[in-house]
């Protein structure tokens, strides 16, 4: 029942994550630009943030994360060893793992995307103040 639990939290802030968009400070190029110019700018920085994020360069990155719930399946194996509920034990381990390992790393595909693209539209000329 906890694995099930924490399984659909999960999915659900992965879906948050990826319904998310910047939101740009009304600055001199965002009047210049328009909301069509603006969102085709956004957009763009979009693309080629997952493009990064698909990349060996961006996979490497990312790996540090990763790590956690390959070590949080480990201990979750130990620990359905004394509970007797090892599978339980190895899927609850990598979630919370992930978990632990993205918070530790603070870095997460959603997070890198986030940086990548603030930092595109900064380059040219938009002042991200935030994400919904």
């Known amino acids: 029942m906890k694995s099930t639990n924490t399984c659909f939290i999960l999915l659900f802030l992965v879906l948050i994550g990826c319904s998310s968009r910047p ?13 069509s110019g603006s969102k085709m700018d956004i957009d763009r920085c979009m693309e080629r943030a997952d493009k990064f994020i698909d990349s060996p360069r961006g996979k490497k990155i990312l790996k540090g994360a990763g790590g956690g719930s390959i070590v949080g399946s480990a201990m979750g194996a130990i620990a359905g060893i004394f509970t007797g509920d090892i599978i339980g034990g190895i899927a609850q381990g990598a979630a919370m793992g992930a978990a632990g390992g993205a918070v530790g ?3 997460t595909p959603d997070s890198l995307k986030q940086a990548y693209v603030n930092r595109c539209l900064g380059k040219k000329g938009y002042e991200v103040i935030g994400w919904d």
């Open 23 to 35: 939101v740009l400070y009304p600055n001199t190029r965002y009047k210049e630009r328009g909301k």
């Open 105 to 107: 790393a603070s870095l």
